[in-house]
Protein backbone atom coordinates (compact mmCIF):
# COMPACT_ATOMS: atom_id res chain seq x y z
CA UNK A 1 0.00 0.00 0.00
CA UNK A 2 1.32 3.50 -0.75
CA UNK A 3 0.30 6.38 0.30
CA UNK A 4 2.41 8.45 -1.79
CA UNK A 5 -0.14 9.70 -3.95
CA UNK A 6 -1.49 12.10 -0.75
CA UNK A 7 -0.86 14.51 1.47
CA UNK A 8 2.97 14.97 -0.15
CA UNK A 9 2.51 18.07 -1.76
CA UNK A 10 2.23 20.03 1.32
CA UNK A 11 4.35 18.45 3.69
CA UNK A 12 7.51 17.32 1.19
CA UNK A 13 8.90 20.66 1.53
CA UNK A 14 11.28 20.62 4.58
CA UNK A 15 12.81 17.05 2.86
CA UNK A 16 15.63 16.09 5.72
CA UNK A 17 17.58 14.21 2.46
CA UNK A 18 14.24 12.70 2.15
CA UNK A 19 14.84 10.84 5.56
CA UNK A 20 12.28 12.55 7.07
CA UNK A 21 9.01 10.17 7.76
CA UNK A 22 6.28 12.10 6.27
CA UNK A 23 3.79 13.10 8.96
CA UNK A 24 0.04 11.69 9.00
CA UNK A 25 -0.61 13.92 11.91
CA UNK A 26 -2.06 16.51 9.51
CA UNK A 27 -4.08 14.57 8.31
CA UNK A 28 -5.99 13.56 10.79
CA UNK A 29 -6.90 17.34 11.91
CA UNK A 30 -10.09 18.81 11.26
CA UNK A 31 -11.15 22.52 11.59
CA UNK A 32 -11.06 23.52 15.66
CA UNK A 33 -12.18 26.49 16.70
CA UNK A 34 -9.33 28.50 18.82
CA UNK A 35 -9.11 29.80 22.50
CA UNK A 36 -8.39 32.75 23.00
CA UNK A 37 -5.21 34.38 22.34
CA UNK A 38 -3.01 34.03 25.95
CA UNK A 39 -1.26 31.36 27.32
CA UNK A 40 -4.34 29.90 30.68
CA UNK A 41 -0.21 28.52 32.10
CA UNK A 42 1.36 31.71 32.21
CA UNK A 43 -1.17 34.06 33.65
CA UNK A 44 -2.16 31.59 36.30
CA UNK A 45 1.65 32.26 37.23
CA UNK A 46 2.39 35.83 36.37
CA UNK A 47 4.30 35.36 33.70
CA UNK A 48 4.63 36.64 30.18
CA UNK A 49 5.18 34.11 26.86
CA UNK A 50 7.43 34.92 23.63
CA UNK A 51 5.12 33.58 21.15
CA UNK A 52 2.13 31.78 21.07
CA UNK A 53 1.26 28.50 19.81
CA UNK A 54 -2.10 27.07 19.15
CA UNK A 55 -2.99 22.50 19.28
CA UNK A 56 -4.58 22.05 16.17
CA UNK A 57 -6.62 19.27 17.38
CA UNK A 58 -8.31 20.73 19.95
CA UNK A 59 -7.79 24.45 19.36
CA UNK A 60 -5.59 24.93 22.90
CA UNK A 61 -3.56 27.92 22.87
CA UNK A 62 -0.41 28.01 24.76
CA UNK A 63 3.29 28.75 24.87
CA UNK A 64 6.06 27.96 22.66
CA UNK A 65 9.10 26.74 24.75
CA UNK A 66 10.85 29.76 23.53
CA UNK A 67 10.49 30.86 26.79
CA UNK A 68 10.03 29.38 30.15
CA UNK A 69 6.94 28.01 29.87
CA UNK A 70 6.84 26.32 26.73
CA UNK A 71 3.20 25.42 27.77
CA UNK A 72 2.29 24.08 24.24
CA UNK A 73 4.66 21.25 24.86
CA UNK A 74 3.35 20.48 28.16
CA UNK A 75 0.09 20.14 26.59
CA UNK A 76 1.50 17.48 23.95
CA UNK A 77 2.75 15.57 26.84
CA UNK A 78 -0.58 15.52 29.03
CA UNK A 79 -2.97 15.32 25.99
CA UNK A 80 -0.79 13.64 22.88
CA UNK A 81 -2.28 15.70 20.32
CA UNK A 82 0.74 16.00 17.68
CA UNK A 83 0.40 19.32 15.93
CA UNK A 84 0.51 23.12 16.97
CA UNK A 85 0.20 26.19 14.28
CA UNK A 86 2.13 29.39 15.24
CA UNK A 87 -0.89 31.85 16.20
CA UNK A 88 0.50 34.72 14.44
CA UNK A 89 -2.09 36.01 11.33
CA UNK A 90 -0.91 34.22 8.32
CA UNK A 91 1.96 32.09 9.80
CA UNK A 92 2.26 28.86 7.99
CA UNK A 93 4.04 27.32 10.43
CA UNK A 94 3.01 24.10 12.04
CA UNK A 95 5.42 21.66 14.30
CA UNK A 96 4.57 18.26 14.95
CA UNK A 97 6.06 17.41 18.14
CA UNK A 98 6.08 13.55 17.49
CA UNK A 99 8.11 14.12 14.48
CA UNK A 100 9.59 17.04 15.89
CA UNK A 101 9.93 18.81 12.51
CA UNK A 102 7.87 21.37 10.81
CA UNK A 103 5.12 20.01 8.69
ZN1 LIG B 1 3.67 14.03 12.79
ZN1 LIG C 1 2.69 29.45 29.02
ZN1 LIG D 1 -4.91 19.87 22.16
Not at 52 to 76: E, F, M, P, Q
Request: proline share 5%; hydrophobic share 35%; glycine share 8%.
Amino acid sequence: MTLDAQGTNATNRAGLNGQAPRCDHINQLSAVEYGPPECKDCLAHGRTWARLLVCLTCGWVACSDDARGGHAKAHYRETDHPVVAALDPGSTWRWCYVHRRTV
